[in-house]
């Protein structure tokens, strides 16, 4: 009823509109750039949450890496005894029966597997390509969550047993076996043939994704059984008398430099071991009883990281909601912006129709006609303003994406936010004008 009582004074807004097509598109840039900032900002704070939750996603609930690093010494020793502690004491590095004393002694832990990790060259009828060599254990593929797209893992008794079995990535799979089923097929890395027995599924990973925190991509990775590559490939925990024999040989030959052989050697049998903990409130504590067992056993050198992947997202997480949240109120000022522009374009045209108004009232135009028409002017300009400034705010995500490469998700509720503040603005720093006109005395207005 209200809006029929009214729709005449509408119609006249509107009618005002058309006829100052210019005047309205420039009142309305403003609130356009407003809502589309608010739109793509958001858009990009929504893509940035969304790549944290898959790369959590991607870790593993409730991991936690260790991974070995340069001796640094005991945490309770100055740099100079640290010197002194490097040089008397002696760690093997991170092994198997590292792995095994934490399966063994901490309760909270739910599974775990080793990482041994190796560069080689996967050949098939010459045919030849890099691929990461990684032995793991049957756990590896449930604490990231990896799941595949043929075949099966390899069991526990071929784990045990070191048999050359091995699970390789899509990447592999698409060169080699483009056009048929590699179960059951043979590939040689370095001079042993390993049995297909799965193909991992395609993942997408992005290069934001850090390495250290166990996230890369299995897509150009060969997995085998952690046995089987300190079997049949290497294990750096041994010493072989070959090896001596050439290191010797190189330390002779180096006269114009202190570096050796012995130098470049990792001296750790495994590159990581990867544990998963039953719930999410004992990652701390138990990554704080790993830490402690791990240095009694590596004679109290620090020469380890024990890092826990999902507490670090999140907190980036909320350092990315902060920064979102930030964006949103700069974008936000925007449309505030547009808003006084609105009302500094309505003052003016009351002054410049001011015998339009006089006219109106003297017909029989009432005060509340008067403001209904500057309001309806202001908020249709708005509304108008706001529709544009949607479909702007879309476009720019999407060449957000396709340009720079970020990624963006354009939600319902920011599109119904940035849209109802610009018409909740129109209203708004509309009425004053409205009010205004409203006031003019009529006399007046017609002698102006």
């Given amino acids: 009823m209200i809006f029929k009582k009214y729709f005449h004074d509408i119609v006249i807004g509107f009618e005002a509109i058309i006829d ?6 420039l009142t309305a840039l403003g609130i356009i750039f ?3 900032a608010v739109i793509s900002m958001l858009a990009i704070g929504n893509g940035a949450e969304q790549e944290i939750l898959e790369q959590i996603k991607m870790v593993g609930v409730n991991n936690i890496i260790i991974t070995p690093t340069e001796i640094t010494g005991s945490e309770n020793t100055s740099d100079s005894q640290n010197e002194k502690a490097g ?8 092994t198997l029966l590292d792995l095994q004393a934490i399966q063994e002694v901490v309760p909270t832990v739910n599974m775990l597997s080793p990482v041994i990790s190796y560069n080689y060259s996967a050949i098939i009828d010459g ?12 756990n590896y593929f449930s604490l990231f969550n990896i799941s595949l797209q043929s075949g099966e893992v390899f069991n526990h008794l071929q784990s045990e047993a070191g048999l050359p079995v091995c699970v390789i990535g899509d990447n592999i799979k698409t060169v080699f076996f483009n056009q048929e089923n590699p179960i059951g097929k043979h590939i040689k890395c370095g001079q042993i043939w390993l049995k297909i027995v799965g193909v991992v599924e ?10 250290e925190m166990g996230i890369s991509s299995s897509d150009n990775k060969i997995f085998i059984p952690a046995q089987t590559i300190l079997m049949r490939f290497k294990n750096r925990a041994l010493i072989r008398a070959d090896e001596v024999e050439r290191s010797s040989a190189r330390r002779r030959m180096v006269e114009t430099t202190t570096k050796t052989a012995s130098d470049d050697k990792n001296p750790n049998q495994l590159d990581k071991i990867i544990l998963q903990v039953k719930e999410t409130e004992q990652l701390g504590s138990t990554a704080n009883i790993v830490k402690r067992i791990l240095l009694r056993r590596h004679s109290g050198l620090y020469d380890f990281e024990v890092t826990i992947p999902e507490l670090l997202l999140k907190q980036q997480q909320r350092t990315k909601k902060i920064f979102n949240i930030v964006l949103g109120a700069i974008a936000g000022i925007s449309l505030i912006v547009g808003g006084i522009g609105i ?7 009351v002054m410049e129709r001011i015998r339009e108004i006089g006219t109106r009232q003297a017909i029989g135009a009432s005060r509340k006609d008067i403001v209904a028409q500057f309001l309806a002017e202001s908020t249709l300009i708005s509304i108008s303003g706001g529709i544009i400034g949607i479909i702007l705010g879309v476009a720019l995500s999407k060449i957000i994406t396709a340009v720079f490469d970020i990624k963006t ?5 920011s599109i119904f936010i940035a849209f109802g503040v610009s018409a909740l603005v129109g209203i708004m720093f509309g009425y004053m004008p409205a009010k205004r006109a409203a006031d003019k005395d009529p006399v007046e207005s017609l002698r102006a």
């Fill in 202 to 211: 395609r993942r997408d990973f992005t290069a934001s994704a850090s390495d």
């Fill in 87 to 94: 040089a008397k004491k002696f760690s093997r590095g991170l």
């Fill in 20 to 25: 100052n097509k210019l005047k309205s598109i």
């Fill in 409 to 413: 998700i354009v939600s319902f509720f």
């Fill in 343 to 349: 009302m500094n374009i309505m003052l003016a045209s």
């Fill in 127 to 138: 045919k030849s390509k890099p691929v990461v060599l990684e032995g793991v254990n049957t």
């Fill in 34 to 36: 407003g809502v589309a």
